[in-house]
């Protein structure tokens, strides 16, 4: 209940109950007083008469009993009155019209609406000489009665004028009361109800409000100056807080600015760093490639094999960072298609074969021939990534690779009886750079990125990840793939022979001498007619005839890109010339300009088979669409 | 001494002077002038009031009441007249001393009045008579009528009207009933229902002069309707005229009288009172 409702009853009840009780006594004493006032007057009346009718009746004077009885009548509330003479008869005036009883007892009777007093006429004594001579005088003797009829209804009348009368004061009283209450009581609260609304608007943040000191009560005085202190203190307490705020906010953006920064310059190293050691990390490749039947038979061979190892083992590692970075950037779509999960896994097992065999593992490969929904590359990597780790990290026992189907998915999983992960390690070992077991010295624990492109590659194909892990007992990872239950058709690629001779005429465009060189020495061994081209400039001037298929380096030369020579030379020669370019750029904003542009492309250092594998597909859908109408 | 004057044979001129032409006095001229017609003679009434001049040539005035009375003794130059309902004591006070005017009184003689009370209530040892200071006259003659009627009578003097309740109530003490005179002090009109209420309570009747004092309480009265007393003065005046000429000089009470009974107070006194007619028999009838 509000406090003004309070004090207002407050005020109110104990008035209106005071008011309730002193008049419902007051009226109902009154009534009594008004009942006896009534029979007293009506006995009265009827004595009165009595006495007064003495005379008249003695006398049997009518006339003077008749004015007698008109005169009684002038009395309030008298409504008749009647002499009753000894001989029955009566003498009466008002309205007598009623039955009265034996005229022989002094009493009051009420009858309808009447109260009826009768009373006896008596002879009265004659005088003070009575007392000492005692006379033959009876003075109880009855000369005749009188009887007078009052209104009872007079009382009724009376008794609703005095409620009336009552409630009148009452209601007049509380009036006053309740202006009373609303002037002096309700008043006074006002500076309480103004310290209310104050503080409600403080604490919804209008702090500083101030307040009027202008109660009249000391206390309340005290409080309304207390409440502007309040207010004034919460102000300055609320600007020493937006000030800090301000202040660390200023601090944090300056740290973000730095750490942004930093972060960008981490990015720049990287992709500058690639690139630097791509390109001849790139030529290396190349020249070894060209090197390997030249040195075929001779004693050198081996050392060039394990040249070529190393060289694909820092490939490897190139492309991973080169993966992790093209994931963030999220320019990696998936191409999705069904694909037979048994024969690709067994294809996957027969290129570890030589390493499980060589750390003396078994690797065994336990599948349903199932189809599943996916991306092949992708897979395949994830997978590759997988099977690298198990073979890693186990010594002894085997590794299994597994698909069954689970709840109508395809559940493929990497068994191994490796040295396990522990607990603390487990929830980690997708983050990049992590490694768990750092103090096992092993040459070729790898750079700890083979999970986290994982884990990406997962989370791009929606695929659930699960680790399970025992310390000294092995690890098991499993993922999900979508079932297909009937393929439309065996999509089964022809595997098209890697060592069958390319044939026709590629345009090779870069700028670093070594790379253009070991580019084209290689393609002239597969077997094509190459024609080499440091700028655009001379890819125009070289250009005899119409190349087959042009191979660019994205990053030419005064500010000119692959992109521009492959528009240039589609439009020198008026057709479609199959394009690839070939980048050691690691930016996003790089990867995400050339994918938007539509030409594969290939990252620095290439890997061998990839590139013939797309010179290969190129040549092919070259020749389809000339040989197209 | 009776003195006759033949004044004129043929046509008695009489004027009737009235103290007022109406009421009593109208009610006894109409009954004297009636009566007087229907006597033998060529009667010449004539009618007059005290504001008007009396006409000279009358052979006799009747004057009718105290006023009429006072005029025609001023007017009358020695000519008859005959005072009708003025008291005895009025009439003597006058005209005491002239011996052409003479009255028939308005009160009774008293000895009758003491009879009838005799009459009335068998059981009477003595009547109080309260008398004032006009009544105060009659205690002589009062003690001569309660000898001849053989009732006796206690007189107390009241010289105030506060001291009648007291006298009263001194005189029932051998008194069993009381006689009221005419006396201002004594019946006047302000203080009858007080006297009369003193009486009822002292349980003793009174007896009255005239039937408006039994109305307002006395047990009976004796008296002489202003009717009667005309009806008596024309068979008088006729009388006269005929041995000779009008009387003069010589006043006496009436003779035809009144009684009344009033029957509420006698039951309420427990009396027994034998009707008007018995009483005014019996008391004719009385030597």
């Known amino acids: 209940m509000k406090i003004r409702t309070r004090a207002f009853l407050l005020g109110l009840l104990p008035t209106l109950f005071l008011a309730l009780v002193l008049s419902a006594y007051h009226v109902y004493s009154r009534l009594g007083e008004l009942d006896a006032t009534v029979r007293q007057q009506g006995m009265a009346l009827a004595r009165h008469l009595a006495t007064a009718a003495e005379y008249g009746v003695l006398s049997g004077n009518r006339r003077a009993l008749g004015s007698l009885l008109d005169e009684a009548l002038r009395e309030p509330g008298a409504k008749s009155a009647v002499v009753i003479l000894p001989d029955r008869t009566r003498i009466a005036r008002g309205d007598p019209h009623i039955e009265l009883p034996a005229p022989h007892k002094l009493g009051q009777w009420q009858a309808g609406k009447r109260l009826w007093f009768m009373h006896p006429v008596v002879l009265g004594k004659g005088g003070e000489r009575d007392l000492f001579f005692d006379d033959t005088i009876s003075t109880s003797e009855t000369l005749a009665w009188v009887a007078v009829g009052i209104d009872a209804d007079q009382t009724r009348v009376l008794a609703r004028r005095l409620l009336l009368t009552s409630l009148v004061i009452t209601l007049l009283g509380l009036a006053l009361a309740i202006l009373l209450i609303n002037r002096l009581a309700l008043t006074g609260l006002q500076p309480l109800m103004e310290i209310i609304d104050t503080v409600r608007n403080v604490s919804a943040g209008d702090f500083g409000r101030r307040l009027r000191v202008s109660a009249h009560s000391p206390e309340l005085r005290q409080l309304q100056a207390m409440v502007n202190r309040m207010s004034e203190s919460l102000r300055s307490y609320q600007q020493d807080m937006e000030e800090r705020v301000r202040s660390m906010t200023a601090e944090l953006e300056f740290k973000k600015r730095e750490a942004e920064q930093a972060n960008l310059a981490k990015s720049k190293f990287l992709a500058a760093a690639s690139h630097d050691l791509r390109q001849p990390m790139h030529a290396i490749g190349l020249y070894v490639e060209s090197l390997k039947p030249q040195m075929q038979g001779r004693a050198a061979e081996e050392t060039l094999n394990k040249i070529e190892r190393s060289i694909a083992s820092m490939v490897e590692l190139f492309n991973a960072i080169l993966d992790v970075t093209k994931l963030d950037a999220g320019v990696v779509q998936p191409n999705v298609a069904p694909l037979r999960i048994r024969r690709f896994l067994l294809d996957l097992a027969d290129e570890f074969a030589a390493e499980t065999d060589h750390k003396g593992l078994s690797l065994r490969v336990r599948a349903a021939d199932v189809w599943a929904n996916t991306d092949e590359i992708l897979l395949e990597r994830i997978l590759r990534n997988l099977l690298s780790n198990a073979v890693r990290h186990t010594a002894k026992g085997g590794i299994l690779l597994a698909a069954r189907r689970c709840r109508g998915r395809l559940r493929l999983q990497v068994w191994d009886t490796g040295s396990g992960i522990s607990p603390e390690h487990q929830p980690r070992i997708f983050e990049e750079f992590y490694q768990a077991d750092t103090d096992k010295a092993d040459a070729r624990q790898g750079l700890g990125l083979g999970l986290a492109i994982v884990s990406r590659l997962a989370r791009l194909l929606a695929y659930p990840l699960q680790l399970h892990s025992q310390p000294g007992r092995g690890t098991v990872i499993s993922l999900d793939l979508p079932l297909v239950e009937n393929p439309a058709a065996s999509l089964d690629p022809a595997d098209a022979g890697d060592r069958a001779p390319l044939s026709g005429r590629a345009l090779v465009i870069d700028d670093d001498p070594l790379v253009r060189d070991a580019l084209g020495e290689l393609l002239r061994q597969w077997g094509m007619e190459v024609e080499l081209a440091a700028n655009l400039r001379q890819a125009r001037e070289s250009l005899g005839n119409v190349p087959d298929v042009v191979l660019a380096d994205y990053q030419l030369p005064n500010g000119e890109t692959g992109l521009m020579a492959a528009q240039d030379i589609r439009s020198g020669f008026g057709r479609v010339i199959p394009v690839a370019l070939i980048t050691g750029d690691t930016r996003t904003e790089t990867i995400r300009a050339l994918r938007l542009a539509g030409f594969p492309v290939l990252h620095k250092p290439v890997r061998v088979p990839q590139l013939r594998s797309l010179l290969a597909t190129m040549l092919r859908d070259g020749k389809s669409s000339r040989s197209a109408p | ?287």
């Open chain 2, 1 to 287: 001494v009776l003195l006759l004057s033949r004044v004129a044979l043929a046509a008695p001129a009489v004027t009737l002077l009235l103290s007022q032409p109406s009421g009593i006095y109208q009610e006894a001229a109409d009954s004297l002038a009636r009566e007087l017609d229907a006597r033998p003679g060529d009667w010449k009434i004539g009618f007059a009031t005290p504001d008007k001049p009396l006409p000279l040539d009358v052979d006799l005035t009747v004057a009718i009441g105290t006023r009429a009375l006072e005029a025609a003794l001023d007017a009358s130059g020695g000519k008859p007249v005959l005072s009708l309902l003025v008291p005895k004591l009025t009439f003597d006070r006058l005209a005491s001393g002239k011996h052409h005017v003479s009255a028939l009184y308005l009160d009774q003689p008293l000895t009758r009045q003491l009879k009838l009370l005799k009459l009335a209530l068998p059981g009477l040892r003595q009547a109080g008579v309260p008398l004032g200071p006009t009544s105060r006259e009659l205690q002589f003659s009062l003690q001569q009528a309660a000898e001849e009627s053989g009732v006796p009578t206690r007189t107390t003097m009241v010289s105030k009207g506060l001291e009648l309740l007291s006298t009263l109530t001194g005189l029932a003490e051998d008194s069993q009933a009381f006689l009221l005179l005419p006396d201002p002090v004594v019946a006047q009109r302000g203080t009858l229902q007080s006297l009369f209420l003193h009486t009822y309570r002292l349980r003793k009747p009174v007896m009255a002069y005239s039937a408006p004092l039994v109305e307002s309480g006395a047990l009976l009265a004796i008296y002489t309707l202003p009717e009667q007393a005309g009806r008596e003065a024309a068979r008088w005046i006729a009388e006269s005229w005929t041995r000779g000429g009008f009387l003069l000089g010589m006043s006496r009470y009436p003779n035809l009288f009144s009684i009344s009974v009033n029957r509420s107070v006698a039951r309420s006194l427990d009396l027994r009172l034998p009707s008007e007619d018995v009483l005014s028999r019996q008391l004719e009838a009385m030597p």
